[in-house]
């Protein structure tokens, strides 16, 4: 896995920006995969970062890069915590979270949209995604935006900036250890 996949896609995540992000990535085989999360968790974990592989559909694995406490601190907010409770996550350890989170992914047939919780999107867009799926959304970025239009397209920017950013600084010699900010927890 190249450090340029994981910036590309993870970017506001290192940057401490982002709670997480999500990637899709073809290993060669389980041993390169594990060794790849192994090396990249040693790099970032003093940083506030985890690399889990969340689910493998066929040859692709789909890559969580997220901040554990930036998930907490999520998880804490009321609407969030209701709308975990309410598709069956015990919301108040994110790491159990995490492991249902997989569990869904590996067993129901049906994607959990609720995903976005644990990528950081507001829980309103959540839940608006979840009831009314392409009807009625007001735009759309990373996400699709159901609530506060001007925070959100504010956001698409900031994470397309340090994206912008981080790819730069990455090609002129920066490693991702370097461009990995350490948490301020």
């Not at 506030?48 to 998930?71: C, T």
């Not at 644990?118 to 009314?132: A, K, Q, S």
Request: aromatic share 10%; with cysteine.
């Amino acid at each position: 896995m190249s450090e340029e996949l994981v910036i590309r896609y993870c970017a506001p995540t290192l940057a401490g920006i982002k709670t997480g992000s999500l990637f899709s990535y073809a290993p060669e085989t389980g041993e390169d995969l594990r060794a790849e999360i192994r090396r990249l968790n040693r790099m970032l974990v003093r940083k506030g970062l985890r690399v889990l592989p969340l689910s493998k559909q066929r040859r692709r694995v789909m890559i969580y890069v997220y901040r554990p406490e930036r998930l907490r601190a999520d998880f804490r907010g009321a609407q969030t915590g209701a709308l975990l409770r309410q598709h069956g996550y015990c919301s108040g350890r994110p790491e159990q979270c995490v492991a249902a989170l997989m569990a869904k992914l590996r067993d129901q047939e049906d994607f959990p949209h609720e995903i976005g919780l644990f990528l950081g999107y507001p829980p309103e867009d959540v839940r608006g995604f979840m009831e009314h799926r392409d009807c009625g959304c007001k735009c759309v970025g990373c996400w699709k935006v159901y609530g506060d239009v001007q925070r959100a397209t504010e956001l698409f920017a900031r994470y397309q900036q340090c994206t912008d950013i981080y790819l730069h600084a990455w090609q002129n010699g920066k490693s991702i250890e370097e461009l990995a900010v350490r948490s301020v927890s």
